[in-house]
């Protein structure tokens, strides 16, 4: 299967090279689907260095997504896109969960 997957791309290399675009962005898209999901289920707001990651994350992938537009890498705009909107909203859960005030119980 590898080896036709190889023969593909040589043999075609626009169609090749969104392939594999894809699958980059499917493996560091599943990257922060762990960390949507434990947001999604029980918010924290996590250590400045863990908010600050996924904001300079999400900045990076924003770049990507003007980067490949303006040459045409579709795979990686949408990749990269999907990847910003996942990041910013961990980032904005944690910000969220940082600045709620912590009610105290009677």
Known sequence: ????????????????????????????????LPSLKEQLLEPRAGTPAERNGHLLLALGNGLWVASALLTGAFAVSVMAGLNVAIRMSIWSRMMWKQMKPTRKDA
């Open 1 to 32: 299967m590898l080896d036709a997957l190889i023969a593909f791309i040589v043999a075609n290399k626009k169609e090749g090279g969104e392939a594999i675009g894809f699958i980059a962005g499917i493996v560091v898209l599943a990257s922060g």
